[in-house]
């Protein structure tokens, strides 16, 4: 094995592609990845939101362990990722488009880093080549208050198209009969078309940009991450992917009546903050699912050019291929909107890994339905790349013996994800500390149990209940199970690898410290 691409869409619902299930919404690329690798369909994050999710793909570590906990929170400068490994295997790891983790700045400055010098650009990234570092959220006064361009904004005025922000003037809007400016922030026009050409979009710049990286790569071993920033909001789509689908192909909203009656405060305060009822309305959710669906489409279609030309460039012979997503989107199910909570339209991802190597042609096109976590990820990259550094550090397991077939014992029957919820409008709601917003969901294959700081827990029957309708967290025929589940999850917390400044290795070693350096202890 040589090179790693990893490919992730932002805010992409599991079972909104064809392999996954979805009847209407055909992506022959991305299900022609799954034939010749491993689907698991059973795949979750370590977080329902953009920025700790990431974090712990690029860590391979849990939420509360790395400290990343929501998108405005740096990771700490002495977390490790997966650029930090990969280099001393001597691999170019790189970034095409978001990964929304801010530098720690007051780390650095109290080490004297300075973002200016290699080390300091390496560490703020965090630990990527920023060879197209863009995570897609530029209003106006940010590009105002930034010092450095977005590339895709001054590439958008060489072709002509004009303003400070073309991103957000041009790429993120459209326009009337009138020539009026219809900003796609405003989700009443998710299902018009962007004023751009399809193929100066984000997606289409971001492909061409990870091919870009390749060539320029040459021989040398590389690992990138081609991060498209779609189909997460604004949900506005080019021509033609703006009016593919109509109502007649969305899923069904998948809600119920039954849930307004559940006597959760925390779930309740989520289904009343304003993006929740914004999205419960049946305008706003067909309006929006006509250009989500479309995003999805062309970042399928843009997949197709990259993967002939890995083919044409001999690629696919010596590149492992993942591609998933950091979390769902609710568009309106359960009375939600956005992401944040733990149902499976947030926490449930997709994830398909392609490896080229003759180990894995007896396993090519399975749809694996054991558990996986986005924790996993990283020690299967290493695995990949035959390297041993830094293991105590991480909480997942590799994946690498399951997509060749080997056969695992004690493999994880349960996942886990975790959420900082104190910047959302639910914690004003509540009327909560900063540090009071934390909810932790632990699933097997019955139950899921959500454990909530000063709140009742959730719980579902995922056999009986798969729709998660019908909370039994406070039900007494339950107190059992509900303990058990308490019970694993405080076993899975506890079980977090914290202890990051030595190895496993270092603390069991024999020791004699009479003869190493004269100490005596408890010697008479």
């Known amino acids: 094995m040589k090179n790693i691409l990893f490919i992730m869409a932002d805010q992409l619902r599991y079972d909104y592609l064809s392999c996954y299930g979805h009847p209407h919404l055909k992506t022959p690329n991305i299900d022609g990845l799954a034939k010749r690798g491993v689907l698991f369909e059973s795949a979750y994050v370590q977080a329902p939101v953009c920025g700790p999710s990431r974090a712990s793909y690029y860590t391979g570590r849990t939420v509360f362990s790395h400290g990343s906990t929501w998108n405005q929170i ?18 170019r790891t790189g970034v095409v488009g978001k990964t929304h983790m801010r530098p720690d700045l007051d780390g650095m400055s109290r080490l004297g880093i300075s973002k200016n010098t290699e080390i300091g650009l390496t560490i703020s990234e965090p630990g990527f080549e920023p060879y197209e570092r863009d995570d897609g959220l530029h209003p106006n006064n940010q590009i105002k208050n930034s010092k450095n361009k977005l590339s895709y904004n001054q590439w958008l005025n060489k072709l002509g198209y004009e303003g400070e922000n073309p991103w957000d003037s041009w790429a993120n809007s459209s326009e009337d009969e009138n020539g009026k400016i219809l900003s796609g922030w405003r989700l009443r026009n998710s299902n018009k078309p962007a004023r751009i050409k399809e193929e100066h979009s984000e997606t289409a710049f971001m492909t061409n940009r990870s091919m870009e990286f390749i060539n320029e790569s040459g021989d040398k071993p590389w690992f990138l991450h ?23 192909q969305f899923y069904p909203v998948h809600r119920s009546d039954i849930e307004k009656e559940i006597n959760h405060p925390v779930y309740k305060a989520f289904m009343e903050n304003n993006i929740s009822k914004t999205f419960s309305r049946d305008e706003v959710r067909n309006t929006v699912l006509s250009g989500y669906m479309g995003l999805i489409k062309q970042i399928d279609d843009n997949l197709g050019r990259l993967f002939r030309f890995l083919e044409e460039k001999g690629y696919m012979k010596n590149t492992m291929i993942v591609f998933t997503s950091d979390h769902g989107d609710y568009h309106g199910d359960h009375w939600l909107g956005e992401k944040e909570l733990f149902h499976e339209q947030i926490v449930r991802v997709p994830m398909i890994i392609y490896d080229p190597s003759n180990l894995s042609n007896n396993n090519r096109g399975i749809r694996e339905k054991r558990f996986v976590e986005a924790i996993d990820l990283l020690p299967t990259f290493l695995d990949t790349v035959n390297s041993n550094v830094s293991r ?25 994800s975790e959420i900082d919820y104190s910047f959302n409008e639910a914690r004003k709601i509540l009327n909560i500390g900063a540090s009071d917003a934390r909810a932790y969901m632990i699933r097997n294959n019955k139950w899921k149990y959500i454990y909530y700081i000063g709140f009742p827990p959730q719980l579902f029957d995922l056999i009986n209940d798969p729709n998660e309708f019908n909370d039994l967290g406070q039900s007494s025929e339950h107190t059992k199970i509900i303990q058990e589940m308490k019970d694993l999850l405080l076993k899975r917390i ?26 005596m202890i408890g010697v008479w």
């Open 74 to 91: 740096p990771l700490p400068i002495g977390e490790l990722t997966i650029g930090d490994y990969l280099k001393k295997s001597g691999i």
């Open 226 to 248: 081609l991060s498209y920033i779609k189909p997460h909001w604004p949900y506005i789509a080019p021509a033609p992917y703006h009016d593919m689908y109509s109502s007649n």
């Open 494 to 519: 506890t079980s977090r690898k914290n202890r990051v400044s030595v190895t496993d290795e270092f603390v069991l070693k024999e020791r004699d410290y009479t003869k190493e350096d004269g100490i």
């Open 392 to 416: 105590h550090r991480l909480e997942g397991q590799s994946l690498l013996p399951i997509i060749r077939g080997e056969k695992v014992l004690n493999w994880k029957n349960f996942v886990f």
